[in-house]
């Protein structure tokens, strides 16, 4: 459904990707993992067109094409097919729970307002947080302000979300309704692709799990091999710096 070979940025001459290969498809959930710096960030922007990407051939449904000869034109429409999971929930502040959800729905869909709350409500009631659907972020929890930013990725109908280290900003406590809330898009078969550090979550909700070190892809593979059998050095480092860490 969606995918990239030999995906490359630098800045300036730091080069962050060195050549990703990567391929999704329809209602998988791929868990990224790797060290701060690593290059994951960049990897889910340049794929969502938030970064140029400066070589690759990049494939989404029909389209496969080379990544910088994408119109403008044709940008707008693939990322009208995506969604965006921040670690920092980036709501608008001003706004309550429910105009956030629909702002985007009503500014650039054109749907009427109350078409637009109407899907919001559903949404709001499917991250369980139809209670607080008119309060603003700052009344609301970091997990409760984040299953809003899900609701508010969702409200587009995406093939695919993106979340970046969605629970990384949340106090440990708060972790988990973030995380169930995920899990259960990834059941009702929602293509995603999920930067994250729970390890518990890329094992037991992810159909492939992505080892990044070094702007590459060192390993990937289903999670019992990449999290319980990893054949790269490199892999098994991280993931034993991961676990010291929980303890
Ligand atoms: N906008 C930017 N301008 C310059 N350097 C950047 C920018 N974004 C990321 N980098 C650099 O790219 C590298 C990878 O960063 P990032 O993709 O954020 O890694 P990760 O998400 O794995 O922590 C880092 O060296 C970072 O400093
Ligand atoms: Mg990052």
Redesign the pocket.
Known sequence: MLGVRDLHKS?GD?Q?LKGIDFEINKGEVVAVI?A???????FLRCISFLEKADKGEYIFDDLDKDITKISRKEIKALRMKMGFVFQNFNLFRNMTAIKNVTEGLTVVRKMPKEEAEKKALVLLEKVGMLEHAYKYPDELSGGQQQRVAIARALANDPEIVMFDEPTSALDPELIGEVLNVMTKLAKEGTTMIVVTHEMSFAADVASKVIFMEGGKIVEQGPPEQVLKNPTEESTKRFLRRILEHDD
């Open positions: 800045f730091n962050v790797g701060s710096g690593s290059g994951k960030t960049t």
